[in-house]
Structures are given as C-alpha cells and as structure tokens.
C-alpha cells in the first residue's frame, strides 16, 4: 500500500538551530511528493515539492530513492518557521496521501 | 482575489441529524476536492471533482456521505444520519486541474456530533 510516514509528532529546536523534519514513503515507482505547512491560526498551503527543486523560505527537500525519504531541511531555524508540517505524496491513482504531520517548535 | 472558502466555520450537530457542509473554490478552478482531518492526523482524500462530476468518489466512507458540485464551482458535501465518528475538520481543496497543480485549501469547517 502507498503510505507516507512521518515518525515525529513534535520537533522542538531553539532559533538557528538546523532542522530536519523527516518524512519516508512507500510506492513503488517514481513518486511525486509534496511539503504542506500550517502556520497557526492559517490554512494548510503548500510549501515544496520535489519536482521543482526549489528552496522556499529556505527549506529544502531532496527525494532519495534508496532510502525512500523525502526529509525537509532547513539549515538555521527562525521562529516564524513554528508550524505544523504535512509531507504528501501521490499515489496510483492521482489522489494526495498526506502523512500524519509533524508540529515544530522553534524556542527564541 | 479570494482564496476557498468554507462554510459555516463550525457546525455543531446531535447524533441522526443530516448537515451540509459548503465549499466556494477559486474563480476559474476547476478541480475541487474534499478531505477529511481527524485530530492528530493528516487530511484525508474523500472525493474529488473535475468540473461539475465527481472524478473520484473512492474516498467517501459509506453511503451517508455525498458531495455535489452542480454548476462546477460551488460543492457541497451532505452527511445523513451523522454518527459521533463523524466529528473532523472537513477541508475543501481547489486547483486549476490535475494532482501534479498545486491545490489551495480552505479554513476548513469543524464538524462536531453530539
């Protein structure tokens, strides 16, 4: 079954700390994935994707097949990054299967 | 322009009721999709629509569960006879077509069954 794992409920790190918030999946073939965030108080909205190969408010996220990950990284941590962080991927049949997410904390 | 928005924000209904959920996606997108986002999980597919039928539908959990999309903009998702495990934060998504395009959500609309 295609399936996303986020194994981190909270992540908490203090202000220009790096951050990885991991994110593993299961399909068989080549994946199309994708980082959803959830600021407080806000909408869920779509932070990356893999395609693109971009970095956004310095996040970035490299897919890696052999290991079948998908981690997010961000080198220094700022407060405004606290948020509720959603990995998605999508599946066989064209629908967006999101992991369980993953609430980061960043201590000032 | 306006982003998706839900109505209402909260709807609080007794066990056997019948409620609608509402869903006004972007001006010009023509994908709209429902998910469904218990506490501690991720939102969750429910049904998908690609103009005004419903592409996808496989996401629905039972026959209580219906969603509408009449003249391809506004949805509806209907729930007869709500049962407490009912209770989420139903999410409404849009986007210009295709799951590859990014999808913009809604507010979101809390459901609680009493």
């Known amino acids: 079954a295609q399936r996303v794992t986020q194994p981190e409920k909270l992540l908490s790190v203090f202000k220009g700390a790096p951050v990885e918030l991991k994110c593993n999946y299961s399909?068989?073939?080549?994946?199309?994935l994708f980082w959803y965030v959830q600021y407080s108080r806000q909408r869920l909205q779509l932070l990356l994707r893999?395609?693109s190969r971009e970095s956004i408010k310095g996040f970035t996220a490299d897919l890696n097949k052999g290991e079948t990950s998908f981690h997010l990284k961000k080198p220094f941590a700022q407060e405004e990054d606290s948020a509720m962080y959603y990995c998605?991927?999508?599946?066989?049949?064209?629908?967006?299967?999101f992991g369980t997410g993953t609430r980061l904390q960043v201590f000032p | 322009g306006a982003g998706v928005s839900q109505t209402p924000s909260n709807k609080v209904t007794e066990k056997g009721k019948y409620v609608e959920l509402r869903c006004d996606p972007i001006?010009?997108?023509?994908?709209l999709y429902w998910y469904r986002q218990s506490l501690g999980q991720g939102p969750e597919f429910l049904i998908y629509?690609?103009?005004?039928?419903?592409?996808?539908d496989s996401g629905l959990p039972n026959d209580r569960f219906f969603a509408v999309r009449p003249e391809g903009s506004v949805s509806t998702l209907k729930i007869q006879r709500t049962e407490r495990g009912d209770s989420a934060v139903y999410l409404c998504?849009?986007?210009?077509?295709?799951?590859?395009?990014?999808?913009?959500f809604g507010p979101g609309t809390r459901l609680t069954v009493l």
């Open positions: 629509f690609q103009g005004t039928g419903a592409a996808d």
């Open positions: 998504a849009s986007s210009l077509g295709g799951v590859s395009n990014e999808q913009f």
């Open positions: 001006s010009g997108h023509t994908a």
């Open positions: 893999h395609i």
């Open positions: 399909y068989s073939g080549s994946p199309e």
């Open positions: 998605a991927l999508v599946d066989n049949t064209d629908k967006l299967i």
